[in-house]
């Protein structure tokens, strides 16, 4: 049974970088892709972009173009995704969570990870 | 790009009644559509894939339905334990977007 386990909460300034990463322990990620998927507090699930590891494929939500980078090293089947120039407004739960190879509902997910953008 | 709309984006209701959740798609996403649950504090939970296809240990009281461009989440008999919001996603290509969920509250 694979588990998508992600990196511990971070504190971060505003203008600087995020990387969390998400491991499929227990699993592959050969045939998958991983989303990420963000929830600021009190507010709704907001994809954000994915990977297909195999084929390097990534997609990225209109609105992260150009700030996000989602990456994977499929040797140790991790994913990664960097969010720059961090605002008060990323203050968020960063979730990923393994997808089908082209489509495919999000199962299982990462546990998450807070964010927080404080000065 | 879709965009999926879900009504209502909150309800109340009684252990025991029905409830429907709808989840229009701007285009047709054939059957491409799963349902989550989130309760409070916890992980988004898969409950729904393929419109209609229930995970396995999801309680049958929840069932899918629809295709195309519009699609209901049925629970027949609400229970204590449903407390929760839910949230709709088309999941073919990319974006994969998700509604901006319903919030489910007991009476």
């Known amino acids: 049974q694979v588990q998508m386990v992600q990196s511990g909460a971070e504190v971060k300034q505003p203008g600087s970088s995020v990387k969390v990463s998400c491991k499929a322990s227990?699993?592959?990620?050969?045939?998958?892709?991983v989303s990420w998927v963000r929830q600021a507090p009190g507010q709704g699930l907001e994809w954000m972009g994915r990977?297909?590891?195999?084929?390097?494929?990534?997609n990225y939500a209109q609105s992260f173009q150009g700030r996000v980078t989602i990456t994977a090293d499929r040797s140790t089947s991790t994913a990664y995704m960097e969010l720059n120039n961090l605002t008060f407004d990323d203050t968020a739960v960063y979730y990923c969570?393994?997808?089908?190879?082209?489509?495919?509902?999000?199962?299982?997910w990462g546990q998450g990870t807070l964010v927080t953008v404080s000065s | 790009d879709i965009q999926m709309t879900q009504s209502p984006s909150s309800l109340s209701a009684s252990v025991g009644d029905r409830v429907t959740i709808t989840c229009r798609a701007s285009?047709?996403?054939?059957?491409?559509l799963a349902w989550y649950q989130q309760k409070p504090g916890k992980v988004p939970k898969l409950l729904i894939s393929?419109?209609?296809t229930l995970q396995s240990g999801v309680p049958s009281r929840f069932s899918g339905s629809g295709s195309g461009t519009d699609f209901t989440l049925t629970i027949s008999s609400l229970q204590p334990e449903d407390v929760a919001t839910y949230y709709c996603?088309?999941?073919?290509?990319?974006?994969?977007?998700f509604g901006q969920g319903t919030k489910v509250e007991i009476k």
């Open positions: 393929g419109a209609s």
């Open positions: 990977i297909i590891p195999t084929i390097r494929l990534v």
């Open positions: 227990g699993g592959s990620l050969s045939t998958y892709s």
């Open positions: 285009q047709d996403i054939i059957n491409y």
């Open positions: 969570a393994r997808g089908g190879f082209s489509s495919g509902p999000l199962d299982p």
């Open positions: 996603q088309k999941y073919n290509g990319a974006p994969q977007t």
